[in-house]
């Protein structure tokens, strides 16, 4: 695949919790830089969390303690478990793969609708 292929978006209620999947494109996971961002209507798209290839992570100041993200690498698969979900979380939410020299490469995007 040519880019990161992201799951497990969908419609939950406030409070709730879901898990996405990105599926890395390349082979070397352990070796990329992976983030998840999201858009929401009308606004531009904002980092939600991201993860070094060394194992630091960060995130956005309205996710902290709520969304955590993790790699498994013998899947070659990055996660972002997000509990507490709120209104405010409903966007797209994107996988971004950072290869370093070899680029970045972003997924098509997943639905998040979070019901009051």
């Known amino acids: 695949q040519v880019q990161p292929v992201e799951s497990g978006g969908g ?3 406030a409070g709730g919790s879901l898990r996405l999947s990105c599926a890395a494109s390349g082979s070397s996971l352990r070796t990329y830089d ?3 961002y999201r858009q929401a209507p009308g606004k531009q798209r904002e980092l939600v969390a991201i993860e070094t ?3 630091s992570a960060r995130y956005a100041d309205s996710v ?3 969304f955590t993200i993790s ?3 013998a899947k070659n698969t990055v996660y972002l478990q997000m509990n507490s979900l709120k209104p405010e979380d409903t966007a797209v ?3 971004k793969e950072d290869q370093g020299f ?3 490469r972003w997924g098509q ?3 998040v609708t979070v019901s009051s």
């Open 53 to 55: 290839r060394g194992g």
């Open 34 to 36: 992976m983030g998840w």
């Open 64 to 66: 902290k303690g709520r």
């Open 71 to 73: 790699r498994d690498n």
């Open 102 to 104: 070899f680029g970045v």
């Open 109 to 111: 995007g997943t639905q």
């Open 93 to 95: 939410y994107y996988c």
């Open 11 to 13: 419609l939950v209620q």
